[in-house]
């Protein structure tokens, strides 16, 4: 498992037959043909609440999803006859795939469960191969995880604070990955995840039940469960520490070090990696999981996983298979949206190797991919290239993934590079939007976000299109119409009255620069920003530390080659 921080796994199914079973393997994807449930119809399309939570069944009837065959069990009597074939362990279940996983080295079990007629093949999926297996973190471990660990201690942050009256909360260090998208602004307005849930799917959260920068979730009840598909059973919290690492950036809470994109929501924590190994096995529990997460009811996934090869290099994956329906993994994530799910992907961090592009599932469709940029916003090096093989644009947009401050194994915060980074501080943003228009579809939430973002009008193969920019997407989605500076002469400036700061925002016909100026009602120039680069689509730009500006009325101009627009506000 290497994370999508540097993940890359396969997919490949290897049919077996009564010959080619090999003791060598110990774990095997049981399809089966039917979910028929005779005698006694003990799931039903009409009885939801059999399997699904109410939150799950509420967030389908919110957005007018009607439940379908693929959300009934896996029929429990063929489950049964798998186990009594012999010496078997079932490992996983999913219900979109009609299967099971399940651990045996009894070749006569497996035998006897290929010739059962409900089953339509048996695949393998984990080959056996002892190792010592390192769940702590380490300097030699957080490489493959593309982690920058380069200090021993923490981050200092004692005499360092970003925060100013402006913002509800010190951000400390943090302060720029929040800033970057505008989630700050939603904060202030109270939006910080309060009542949404976001399932974590990942390779474990070690030490996430202690330490400090997520007290309050769990003093708050904020952690709702854990569930490890990989050892069924099993402490995800002894697992390895990329999972808390990621989940910091949108849980954390430690004041004047980070404050995550969504410190108020509630999290499922579901450990479908096995770290040291890459085996095609990882898909079929990533499936399970987002199952998992869809029938508690989860709001959202953030899934910082990528696959694009296997340990056996015959494994491989082919840029051709990221066309958003080869992949066991896409399938799952594109299952997971048709659920009302909102998909939040790592794009990969291949930028730099001979693969280069994004891999399973980041292909999917109606997912949001995330690519990774710097403090600057300027794309990593690392970054997994767009597009799918198919012509779709991936990543749809991107965040902070380079200089990222996470939280640290040894308390405090360190800076990480990947994009398994970047896509849960979109994930967490993305659920404090959602909360703020509740009544809107997952897909309404991904357009707005990609309207917002920085390189709508002309994407890329890098960032797809761009920074999104969370107080644009509120105005999006609250239907307020933004001015086009070119062609009405009217910019959006709000609020009014003002006190600490003035947001503006427009949307631009061309590139060409513009000033912007600030007089009060003496004509005495109090503010002034020369040369500021605007781009075609949305912009936005912030007049800031205004606290100290007296009461009374106050003009805004912004001035280009062609217009000169001039807006009257109040200080109150």
């Known amino acids: 498992m290497k994370k999508l921080l540097k993940i890359n796994l396969v997919l490949l199914f290897i049919c077996i037959t009564t010959q080619a079973f090999s003791q060598s393997y110990s774990k095997y994807v049981i399809r089966f043909t039917d979910k028929n449930y005779s005698p006694s119809n003990l799931y039903t399309v009409g009885n939801p609440s059999a399997y699904l939570s109410l939150k799950a069944m509420q967030r389908r009837a919110n957005q007018g999803i009607q439940i379908s065959l693929n959300d009934l069990p896996v029929n429990p009597a063929y489950i049964d006859s798998v186990k009594a074939a012999g010496a078997v362990t079932i490992l996983c279940k999913s219900k979109w795939l009609n299967s099971v996983t399940i651990y045996t080295t009894d070749a006569v079990a497996l035998n006897k469960i290929n010739t059962f007629p409900f089953v339509v093949k048996v695949d393998s999926v984990f080959k056996f191969i002892p190792k010592l297996k390192t769940p702590i973190a380490t300097a030699n471990s957080l490489k493959q995880f593309n982690v920058s660990e380069s200090t021993k201690t923490p981050l200092q942050t004692n005499n360092y604070s970003t925060e100013k009256q402006t913002f509800s909360f010190d951000y400390g260090l943090s302060f720029t990955q929040a800033n970057m998208i505008n989630i700050d602004y939603l904060h202030n307005l109270g939006f910080r995840g309060q009542g949404m849930t976001i399932a974590v799917i990942d390779a474990g959260f070690w030490g996430a039940d202690t330490m400090q ?152 469709d109606s997912i949001l991919t995330i690519g990774a940029v710097n403090g600057s916003q300027i794309p990593a090096a690392f970054t997994s290239h767009g597009p799918s093989s198919d012509g779709r644009i991936k990543p749809n947009v991107a965040a902070m993934g380079e200089g990222t401050i996470v939280a640290s194994t040894s308390g405090g915060v360190i800076s990480g590079n990947g994009t398994s980074f970047s896509s849960p501080i979109m994930a967490g943003a993305s659920a404090c939007l959602w909360q703020a228009f509740p009544a809107m579809t997952n897909m309404d939430i991904l357009s707005a976000i990609e309207q917002s973002a920085s390189k709508y009008s002309n994407p890329d193969t890098l960032i797809g299109y761009g920074i999104p920019n969370f107080i644009v997407a509120n105005l999006i989605l609250s239907s307020v119409h933004i001015n086009n500076l070119d062609d009405e002469g009217f910019v959006n400036a709000f609020p009014n009255p003002f006190n600490k700061a003035i947001y503006l925002i427009f949307f631009s016909n061309d590139t060409q620069s513009v000033n912007i100026e600030m007089f009060d009602i003496n004509g005495r120039r109090v503010y002034y920003k020369a040369n500021l680069q605007r781009t075609i689509g949305y912009n936005y730009f912030t007049i800031d530390d205004l606290e100290k500006l007296s009461q009374g009325l106050y003009l805004v101009r912004i001035s280009s080659s062609k217009h000169v627009v001039t807006q009257k506000l109040i200080k109150k």
């Open 213 to 364: 920068v997520f007290d309050s979730l769990w003093i708050n009840n904020q952690i709702m469960g854990t569930y490890d598909f990989v050892n069924p059973g099993g402490n995800v919290f002894t697992a390895a520490t990329h999972g808390m690492m990621v989940l910091s950036t949108m849980g954390g809470n430690l004041p004047g070090q980070i404050i995550g994109t969504a410190p108020k929501a509630n999290y499922w924590l579901l450990r479908s990696e096995d770290a040291p190994t890459e085996y095609v096995i990882e898909e079929y529990n990533w499936v399970s999981a987002a199952e998992f997460a869809d029938s508690v009811g989860a709001d959202v996934i953030n899934s910082s996983l990528g696959y694009t090869e296997f340990d056996n290099a015959v494994q491989n994956y082919t840029y051709a298979d990221m066309n958003g329906h080869t992949c066991i993994s896409t399938f799952g994530a594109s299952t997971a949206a048709s659920k009302g799910i909102l998909v939040v992907n790592s794009a990969g961090n291949s930028g730099y190797n001979p693969w280069k592009y994004i891999g399973a599932p980041a292909d999917a």
